[in-house]
């Protein structure tokens, strides 16, 4: 009995030893300091007064003092250094992050966003709302082109707002608008968050992408039914401009010209993987050579170009990669003192329906979402997740080809709840990319009516996509059976 209560002791000193890490971080994050500072200074304090504290074994000390005795040597270096970093630089899926970021920001360099919203708006000129669905169709071609959400909103804002407050657009639908489809760069593929997604939770990416590809597009379709009905509503707030050109196939014709070439480079990128032609990791470098070519094709290509896409690829990726590591150490201290075990209980002691302890974990990434960025959420939560759904044993459909089916159905919904986090007022990342790039005269409360419509077509969308896992499963099932 003494050494039952022991051990409840214990258990009850670990739980609150992991409650207070997280409380920690947090408050540091609130304090300014950096995520990757945060995560190696929590970790480094809490496993000091842990092993020298808290520890009635003394584990990590005996740890230590075994080490010492035993010598170091260069196989011992190896195994601390895996053991903490987790084989992040070694991992060859990894490899597609830089790949994909270049990509992304090559095609920005291009000129061809700015190119689709001069030709695009004069196709949809005649139409109610038309402005409105250009900038739409837009940002659904530069969410799967560069998959990267700040760099999405803020084009599109730059190029958007001006445009639409000439044209006398409401501000809460223009600003809406544009928040709305630049989020769509977190799920539509190949987003650099369903890449680190693949690594953190030992998926397919290939499945990700195709995964993801339906619901994406879902979304897309639901905000473009959106603003065609408001067109017919609410006319007013959506004027056709006096001055539109008449369309004609020489329109058409730029249309396809500035439209075909970042679509087929996404084609092509998704297309050798959904048909096996190659690895996601192969087809990263081959989106990487097409961005680059298509700027060369555009005459926006030159070493002062060159340059400053490789540096911001070098920043971001860096930047991603020095998260990994420190979330890697975090996570690894967490487990010492059996952090999963605990957030693992936790969870599946709320609620006895499976499908219950989904929806508390969505809710709860859904808040996170509001303090920390989609990184530190993929790098930190994720992981202590996963053994929570497949203990769940969700009666997914695999179609029995598929690895992981009920995996890949959380990954994408955390997608899609995060991208809805991104945009939710009071602090959606999404609201305040945009509010750097608005005139002075457009506020957080115009951005804040605007987005509630897109918020609650979001929210329809993540409700489709819990009640119809198949959106998720059916098309990986189909690439393996080519």
Known sequence: MQILTLMGQVMDLNQWLVLAMFAVFIIMLFRGIPVVYSLVGVGLVFVILAAFVLDPNKALI???????????????????????????????????????????????????????????????????????????????????????????????????????????????????????SGTLGILIPPSIMLVIMSDQLAISLGDLFMGALFPGLLLGALYIIYIVIYGLIRPENMPIPKDREPVSWAVVGDVLKS????????????????????????????????????????????????????RQTLNTGGYIIGIFLAANFFSFILRRYGGDEIIEGLVLGTFDNPYMVVAFILFIIFLLGFLLDWIEITLIIMPLMLPVITGLNLPIEGFGVVD?????????????????????????????????????????????????????????????????????TWLPAVAYAK
Request: net charge positive.
């Open 62 to 180: 005996n740890e230590y003092i075994h080490f010492r005795q035993t010598g170091i040597s260069y196989k011992k270096l190896l195994a601390i250094s895996s053991r903490f970093f987790g084989g992040t630089i070694e991992n060859p899926i990894l490899v597609a992050l830089p790949m994909f970021i270049y990509m992304g920001l090559m095609l920005d360099q291009s000129g061809v966003a700015q190119k689709m919203m001069v030709s695009m708006q004069v196709l949809f000129g005649a139409l109610k709302g038309g402005l409105a669905l250009t900038v739409m169709v837009i940002g659904i071609i530069l969410a799967a082109s560069t998959g990267v959400i700040g760099a999405s909103v803020v084009l599109l804002g730059v190029m958007g707002i001006p445009t639409m407050m000439k044209q006398g657009y409401a501000k809460p639908i223009a600003t809406g608008t544009i928040a709305a």
């Open 259 to 310: 439209v075909v070439p970042p679509f087929g480079l996404v084609l092509l990128v998704l297309g050798s993987i959904f048909f096996g032609f190659a690895t996601p990791t192969e087809a990263s470098g081959l989106g990487a050579l097409g961005a680059t070519l298509l700027a060369l094709a555009a005459r926006n290509l030159n070493f002062k170009v060159f340059k400053d896409v490789m």
């Open 404 to 472: 992981n089916p009920s995996v890949v159905w959380f990954a994408i919904l955390v997608a899609v709840t995060l991208q809805t986090s991104f945009l939710t007022p009071p602090v959606g990342f999404a609201l305040f990319y945009l509010k750097g790039v608005c005139p002075p005269d457009i506020s957080l409360l115009h951005i804040y009516k605007g987005i509630i419509p897109f918020v609650l077509l979001q929210i329809l969308g993540l409700i489709l996509v819990f009640y119809i896992p198949e959106l998720t």
